[in-house]
C-alpha cells in the first residue's frame, strides 16, 4: 500500500509566521501534490512536482512556495502567513510520468492561523 | 460554471439501502474518472478509478461512467453505517497530465 504520511496533524501559527507543511511518501514516486480544501470550494491544487527540484504552479499559488530536495519528500511554505491560509492541506504522491495511476493521500494537516 | 459539478448533500438513508452518488462534468477531454472516500478528519481514499466510459465493479461499489452525457455515478448496494462519509468524484485529461479536476464532495449518512 501507498503510504504519504504528512507530519503533523494539526498546526496553530500566527499572522506572519513562515510556515512549513512536510510530505513524505514512500513508494519512490516521481509526483508529488499540495492541495488545500476548504467547504464548499473543494480540494484546489496549489503546487504539483514531477521530480527532484522540479515545480510547477497549480491554481493558486499566491503566497505558498515548495521544496522538493529529495524524491521522497515534498515540502509546502508558506512565506508569510495570513488568516486566509487557515484551511485543510492534503499531500498525495503519484507515480509515473506517463502512467494511468492515480493519486494517493495522506491525512492532512489542519492549519489555524491567529 | 464549475468543470466538475456534484451535490454537497447530505444525504441520509438508511442502512442496506442503495446508494447513488452523481458527478457532472463539462470538458468531453476527460478521460480518466475516480471515486475517493474522505471519513473526517482523514484524507481522501481511492475507492474506484475507471478508465473511458463503462461500468466498473468492486465488492458492493460500482462506478459507471457515460461520457456521451458528461455523467459520472457511484453505486453503493447494501450500504452500511460505515459507509457514511464525503465522497468526492474527481477526473483528468489522459496522458502524462498531473492535474485533477474534483468535485466539491457529497455528504454521505447512513443511519443504523
Known amino acids: 500500500d501507498v503510504k504519504v504520511t504528512q507530519s503533523s496533524r494539526y498546526l496553530v501559527k500566527r499572522t506572519g509566521e513562515k510556515v512549513f507543511l512536510e510530505c513524505v511518501q514512500d513508494?519512490?514516486?516521481?509526483?508529488m501534490f499540495w492541495y488545500r480544501q476548504d467547504p464548499g470550494l473543494g480540494l484546489r491544487l496549489i503546487y504539483f512536482?514531477?521530480?527532484?527540484?522540479?515545480?510547477e504552479k497549480g491554481d493558486i499559488p499566491e503566497g505558498y512556495s515548495v521544496s522538493r530536495e529529495k524524491k521522497e519528500r515534498f515540502s509546502l511554505i508558506l512565506e508569510s502567513a495570513s488568516t486566509n491560509q487557515t484551511s485543510m492541506y492534503l499531500c498525495?504522491?503519484?507515480?509515473?510520468?506517463?502512467?494511468?495511476?492515480?493519486?494517493?493521500f495522506g491525512d492532512g494537516t489542519r492549519l489555524s492561523i491567529l | 460554471q464549475k468543470e466538475v459539478e456534484q451535490d454537497p448533500g447530505p444525504l441520509s438513508v438508511p442502512e442496506g439501502a442503495i446508494v447513488s452518488l452523481n458527478c457532472t462534468y463539462s470538458?468531453?477531454?476527460?478521460?480518466?474518472f475516480m471515486w475517493y472516500r474522505q471519513y473526517s478528519r482523514k484524507g481522501p481514499e481511492l475507492l474506484m478509478y475507471?478508465?473511458?466510459?463503462g461500468n466498473k465493479e468492486d465488492g458492493r461499489f460500482t462506478a459507471q461512467v457515460d461520457k456521451s452525457s458528461k455523467y459520472i455515478s457511484l453505486f453503493i448496494r447494501d450500504s452500511q453505517p460505515s459507509d457514511s462519509a464525503t465522497y468526492l468524484c474527481?477526473?483528468?485529461?489522459?496522458?502524462?497530465?498531473?492535474?485533477?479536476?474534483f468535485g466539491t464532495g457529497t455528504l454521505l449518512a447512513v443511519q443504523p
Open positions: 498525495a504522491s503519484r507515480g509515473g510520468i506517463v502512467s494511468n495511476q492515480p493519486q494517493h
Open positions: 513508494m519512490d514516486h516521481e509526483n
Open positions: 512536482s514531477y521530480d527532484v527540484k522540479m515545480k
Open positions: 470538458n468531453s477531454a476527460f478521460q480518466y
Open positions: 475507471t478508465y473511458s466510459s
Open positions: 474527481a477526473m483528468r485529461f489522459g496522458g502524462a497530465t498531473n492535474k485533477l479536476i
